[in-house]
Nanobody, 127 residues
Framework: QGQLVESGGGLVQAGDSLRLSCVAS????????MGWFRQAPGKEREFVAA????????SYTNSVKGRFTISRNNAENTVYLQMNSLKSDDTAVYYC????????????????????WGKGTLVTVSS
């Protein structure tokens, strides 16, 4: 596991949908929790969503719950972020991340340490 390559970004209108993909290199993809972060202009990078290695656990930031869905295909070393009902506030560079160590507690809180980052893909939502 070492290289993460995102794709799928682009310019869309508010209310549209977009699906981001992140392909990972290596043979141990299923051992990594995967996630998406984003960074809007002038703002710090923020967590968006995460998924466990086997896909059984997911987490989302509140602002995207009900609109975004994270999923993964371990046979293809790929993680996805389906984004629906996009808003102008979703405009950002979206980064894929991989974590070898990730733990969800009983309340659903995720503790993890990011080991690898992608270079990002730009999503622009026009209002």
């Amino acid at each position: 596991q070492g290289q993460l390559v995102e794709s799928g970004g682009g310019l869309v209108q508010a209310g549209d949908s977009l699906r981001l993909s992140c392909v990972a290199s290596g043979r141990t993809f299923s051992r990594y929790a995967m996630g998406w972060f984003r960074q809007a202009p002038g703002k710090e990078r923020e967590f968006v969503a995460a998924i466990s290695g086997n896909g059984g656990r997911t987490s989302y930031t509140n602002s995207v719950k009900g609109r975004f869905t994270i999923s993964r295909n371990n046979a293809e070393n790929t993680v996805y972020l389906q984004m629906n009902s996009l808003k102008s506030d979703d405009t950002a560079v979206y980064y894929c991340a991989a974590a070898r160590t990730a733990t969800w507690d009983d309340s659903g809180y995720l503790r993890w340490t990011i080991d690898y980052w992608g270079k990002g893909t730009l999503v622009t939502v026009s209002s």
